[in-house]
Nanobody, 124 residues
């Protein structure tokens, strides 16, 4: 069974960096797409970055491309999101999610398994 648990959120000043982690339960994720999503107050959940576990292909939303990096540690079953050059508009609850391979997607509706979220706050 798939269980996901995020950590690494916190408060940081604009221009700073954070690394989010998502520990996944022991499972064969080789044919899975995993992603990071965020939700700001009053806004819909939006996709930030996704990765195809077997091939390592990645996909980013335009708002974070060049600043965020998604990666996966196969040995430890941990999904990461390295965030640099953070902006106040990056402030949100961040969630990791997993889905059987359906292509690289940033649509929340494509993902079946979700973590509980970790809060990121960026001050100006």
């Amino acid at each position: 069974q798939v269980h996901l648990a995020e950590s690494g959120g916190g408060s940081v000043q604009a221009g700073g960096s954070l690394r989010l982690s998502c520990v996944a339960s022991r499972y064969d994720y080789s044919n899975y797409c995993m992603g990071w999503f965020r939700q700001r107050p009053g806004k819909e959940r939006e996709g930030v970055a996704a990765i195809y576990i077997a091939g390592g292909d990645t996909y980013y939303d335009n708002s974070v491309r060049g600043r965020f990096t998604i990666s996966y540690d196969n040995a430890k079953n941990i999904l990461f999101l390295q965030m640099t050059s953070l902006k106040p508009e990056d402030s949100a609850m961040y969630y990791c999610a997993a889905a059987r391979w359906i292509g690289l997607s940033l649509r929340p509706s494509d993902f079946r398994y979700w973590g509980q979220g970790t809060q990121v706050t960026v001050s100006s």
